[in-house]
């Protein structure tokens, strides 16, 4: 068992760190894509010839491009990311300043998709074709049907306008007033939550639904184990597997789709200092974010892959 746990890691850590490398080169080959040369893009027509020569010496743009790349992935590595031309600011610094806001938000987002998912999910398995799964498969359907951002702003006319419980917008930072700072991502983490938890209560149903249909679950309850034992139990672990698989797919996609919600509610996060970014025609913080995004997802199917085998067992004996 520990030699099939050996292989299935090294496995998955190969797949990890070629999936890492092929992300890198797709997202340093964008660059060289660009026509002409990028200084003169990044800085615009009106650029002297002197600026753009500038420019292009310190973005390293005049070595060949394996140098550069392996520049690049050294530096991302280190946390060396360079200079971000518009805001005249290491890109790191940027980005770790951004991620502050848009760390906090994926995650209570995610916890909040979690609990209502699993909730409503498993709550109408077990009442499978009655008034509560009804209720709970319409409600799922109709969050899938709505688009976040206009979710995002009902919330903020309800809740912000009309309540005025919160504020429209903005983000007071961790520094200044913690719970004020956590106050302002409630609205926008609803906002996301709201779709993936209705994804992801659609799953759960289905994937509890399918593991109550097993001999096992009929054998147990043959053993006078009453329906909320066997669901704990039983059923739970056994159909956590492609519950985890989504989970896992959405928590990568909250990282990384957050650019609207964060524009509704004007929150200073990744998504917005890449919006900005491409709007300055920044392509070094660009290229810096869309690195660390990819290899947020990539870690995080690694981990949910690893999870598969502590889970489930049997995954890691198949897989090695």
Do not use: C
Not at 199 to 207: D, K, Q
Not at 278 to 302: E, H
């Amino acid at each position: 068992m520990i030699l099939a746990m050996g292989i299935f890691l090294i496995k998955r850590f190969a797949t990890f760190v070629a999936t890492l490398l092929a992300a890198s080169v797709l997202v340093f080959a964008v660059q060289g894509m660009l026509p002409g040369n990028a200084a003169q893009v990044m800085l615009g027509e009106s650029a002297t010839p002197e600026a753009v020569a500038a420019l292009t010496a310190k973005l390293g743009l005049d070595q060949p491009a394996g140098v550069r790349y392996e520049r690049w992935v050294t530096g991302f590595v280190t946390g060396d990311l360079g200079t971000s031309v518009s805001y005249d600011t290491p890109v790191a610094e940027l980005i770790a300043e951004r991620l502050a806001v848009t760390a906090p938000l994926a995650l209570m987002a995610m916890a909040l998709t979690t609990v209502l998912a699993l909730t409503l999910g498993i709550y109408a398995a077990a009442r499978h074709n009655q008034v509560g799964d009804v209720g709970v498969m319409g409600l799922s359907q109709l969050g899938i049907a709505i688009p976040n951002f206009w979710f995002a702003i009902l919330l903020i006319l309800v809740f912000a306008v009309k309540l005025q419980w919160f504020s429209a917008g903005g983000f007071p930072g961790w520094a200044d007033d913690p719970w004020l700072a956590f106050k302002a991502l409630i609205l926008p983490a609803v906002a996301l939550a709201v779709v993936q938890a209705a994804i992801l209560a659609r799953i759960t149903r289905s994937a509890v639904l399918d593991v109550l249909r097993e001999d096992f679950v009929r054998t147990a309850r043959a053993k006078g184990l009453s329906q909320r034992q066997v669901l704990w139990r039983h059923v739970l672990r056994n159909a956590f597997v492609p519950v985890l698989t989504v989970m896992g797919l959405q928590f990568a996609s909250l990282l990384t789709g957050t650019i609207v919600v964060e524009n509704v509610f004007s929150l200073p996060g990744l998504g917005r200092l890449i919006f900005q970014a491409i709007s300055n025609r920044d392509f070094l913080v660009v290229q810096s974010i869309v690195m660390g995004l990819a290899a947020a997802v990539i870690v995080i199917n690694f981990v949910v892959d690893v999870l598969y085998a502590v889970i489930d067992p049997r995954l890691k004996v198949h897989s090695a």
